[in-house]
């Protein structure tokens, strides 16, 4: 009796449903504080208090109750999730840097996704993300400025280029193993980034001038007025990425929940087991890194129209590497995973500048320690379930 | 209908210098338990990875179910209707029980990438199906497991695991099954009941045949009927478990005595 008194940790315990919906209003309170905030300071103690109620969740249980809610009423709590997204970008309303810090994490977010397919899932690791994010910018800035293909079709455009490029490293990488694939993706991201400042047609290192978004006439470089007050134009650029980040989230999830979701962790467990059940590795890989790039793709083309000028600089190695960190640290095959660690790694260091410098620096080491301490990530993908609430279920 | 189901016909491969098969010749008829046994190095494993398909021969052929399917390529044979576990366990042990059971079902679902991502309804219907096939599949090992088929194969024992991938192997209704080594890791009581599954899975599906690699004498003189003893990638006799076991060349082989 007295044992189970102890072992109760809140003694009100709320449904899992009223506890998920209030935490998430929590974190999309916090997420408005932390992008307005001004100060270090103020941003210091945000991440703290942060770190501090991550810790707190682990240890009283409230993660597992979130993770029954997510579990048991997904609908609801997706919901939930897509309207605090919207009230964040509505109550930014005219803070055009917060506004384009949480698309850019939006859009970091739809490559990750596509990364976390290629490697999360299938073990094929994707050195050149930001090079295929750039190929989606760079297709933008020639197809806004030279044709006249509506921007919304040139989103998909970014990520066909993106495609087809990639399908001429996916004989090396599908047929070489491990870590030479590797090492050929390493290769093609230099190599994009050689080529871009070589190549005068697209600019050489001074990069290109990208046409503005144009949804059925609307041009986002107008900023939408909300009750007679007009907000940034980058709400535009914040509910398109909202959207585009919402898709691939939803695209992503059904392809994990799937046969094939099951075939991709197959390949990456055992290639040879797979063979021998049917399963073709070829196709397989395939599949996986051509949607990865096309995911890339499309959020670079987006991006580049958000800012408005591109440059080679934009998609370095070391872009790529903080792709990578964000599945890594995320938690391999973890979609939430990558929507978290997205957060941590894009926004983080825009918010403190003494971070700026050592970003790199910093998420190495924080990788590092997440590989050997934590290796499943900062929110581990559970066991597949096919369908949420589903009888096939549990 | 041919009486014979696999055939080799002077079945090599070379790795390098060394000959793990050196012309083996060997059949197995529809429905028969065939124990394949020899010393460690004898060339088992690789006539269960050349018959699959993971290496190609370097001479010689198999014919199975009345076609050459000798280099066929792994995906093929499986399709054909030849199916697998692997001498060391070779199962995904982050996934489910039911993943682990599902990806041997593979080559009957339906793969195309609109049915996986837009058809949603279809797809659960598919997976429902394959939720009760593969459950009652399990159920017919133990009734525990099924009742936690969502639960990661990595918590599971050794005896647990393999029974676990000879589901996985059965779930596709194959023609042949080959095991190697089902016992190794077991106890000795862990290694009766598994014989005792695999009889039952042989009642349960009549026209099943099964070619065991086996290092445990009295599973295999329990289980087969019909015998292959290999030697440095040849055979060296076969014969009933009894007609073997009483042969002096089995004997010097296992033994290493001239
Ligand atoms: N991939 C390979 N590369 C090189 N040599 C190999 C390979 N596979 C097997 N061999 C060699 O071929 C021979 C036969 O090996 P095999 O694994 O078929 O033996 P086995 O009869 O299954 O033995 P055990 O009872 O120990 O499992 C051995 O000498 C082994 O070293
Ligand atoms: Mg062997």
Redo the contacts with the bound molecule.
């Keep these: 009796m007295k044992d189970d008194v102890m072992k109760t940790p809140i003694p009100v315990s709320l449904p899992p449903l009223a506890t998920g919906l209030i935490a998430v209003a929590a974190c999309a309170i916090f997420g408005w504080l932390f992008l307005l905030a001004e100060s270090e300071v103020a941003v210091l103690g945000l991440v703290l208090l942060a770190v501090l109620a991550g810790w707190g969740a682990q240890k009283t249980g409230l993660s597992a109750t979130l993770g029954t809610a997510m579990h048991q009423h997904s609908g609801a709590m997706n919901g939930a999730i897509v309207a605090s997204l919207l009230a964040v970008i509505a109550l930014l309303g005219t803070e055009h840097f917060p506004l384009l810090m949480l698309s850019t994490m939006l859009l970091y977010l739809v490559a990750a996704l596509g990364l976390n397919v290629q490697f999360g899932l299938t073990g094929m690791v994707n050195f050149a993300g930001a090079a295929f994010f750039g190929i989606g910018a760079y297709t933008s800035a020639v197809l806004t400025t030279h044709t006249a293909v509506p921007p919304l079709l040139i989103l998909l455009a970014g990520g066909l280029i993106a495609a087809l490029i990639g399908a001429l490293l996916i004989v090396p990488v599908v047929r070489t193993a491990g870590h030479y694939s590797a090492v050929v993706t390493i290769a093609f991201g230099v190599l994009f980034k050689t080529f871009l400042e070589v190549n005068e047609v697209l600019g050489g290192p001074q990069g290109l001038m990208v046409g503005s978004m144009n949804v059925f006439g609307w041009d986002f470089n107008n900023g939408p007025v909300l009750m007679g007050h007009e907000m940034s134009f980058y709400v535009n650029y914040a509910l398109l990425s909202s959207g585009l980040a919402i898709l691939a989230f939803a695209l992503t999830r059904r392809l994990e929940r799937s046969w094939l979701g099951l075939a991709l962790d197959s390949v990456r467990l055992d290639e040879t087991a797979s063979a021998c059940f049917g399963i073709n590795v070829v196709r397989a890989k395939v599949l996986a890194f051509t949607y990865g790039n096309i995911l890339a793709g499309i959020a670079g083309a987006l991006y580049g129209m958000m800012i408005s000028f591109i440059a080679p600089n934009s998609f370095t190695f070391s872009d790529s590497l903080l792709m990578v960190s964000i599945v890594l640290l995320g938690g391999l095959g973890s979609l939430w995973g990558s929507a978290l660690a997205a957060v941590i790694v894009v926004l983080v260091p825009e918010k403190l500048q003494i971070l700026q410098e050592y970003r790199f620096l910093l998420f190495s080491v924080l990788v590092i320690a997440m590989l050997l301490f934590r290796p499943q990530g900062l929110l581990p993908r559970g066991v597949r379930s096919y369908f949420p609430g589903g009888r096939a279920q549990r | 209908m041919s009486e014979v189901l696999l055939e080799f016909e002077g079945l090599a491969k070379s ?2 210098g ?1 000959r ?1 098969l050196d012309g083996l010749d060997m059949r197995v008829k529809r429905g028969e338990i065939l124990g394949l046994i ?1 010393p ?8 269960f990875n050349v018959v699959t398909g993971i290496y190609t021969p370097t001479s010689g052929r198999v014919r199975f179910d009345g076609r050459d399917i000798t280099g066929l390529g792994a995906r093929k044979v499986y399709e054909a209707g030849i199916a697998r576990t692997f ?1 060391r366990s070779r199962l995904c042990l982050d996934l489910s029980i039911f993943d682990n059971v599902m990806i041997g079902n593979h080559a009957r679902v339906n793969n195309g990438l609109w049915f996986n991502l837009m058809n949603r309804r279809g797809l659960r219907r598919e997976v429902e199906d394959g939720y009760a096939r593969a459950r009652e599949l399990v159920a017919g090992f133990s009734a525990d497991l099924a009742d936690r088929m969502f639960a990661p194969v990595g918590a599971l024992p050794m005896i647990e695991r393999r029974r676990i991938e000879i589901c996985r192997a059965l779930v596709s209704a194959p023609k042949l099954l080959l095991l190697d ?1 089902p016992s190794a890791g077991m106890t000795h009581d862990e290694t009766a009941q598994l014989m005792d599954d695999i009889l039952a899975v042989r009642d349960r599906m009549g026209d099943l045949s099964i070619v065991i ?1 086996e ?1 445990e004498m009295g599973v295999i003189e329990r289980l087969t009927d019909h015998c292959v003893v ?1 030697s440095y990638g040849r055979k060296i006799s076969e014969g009933s478990y009894a007609a073997i076991a009483a042969d002096p060349e089995v004997q010097t082989a296992y033994l290493g005595v001239d």
């Design positions: 790795f390098g060394v793990a020899g460690n190095g004898s060339g088992k494993t690789t006539s001498q080594e690699i290092h290999l």
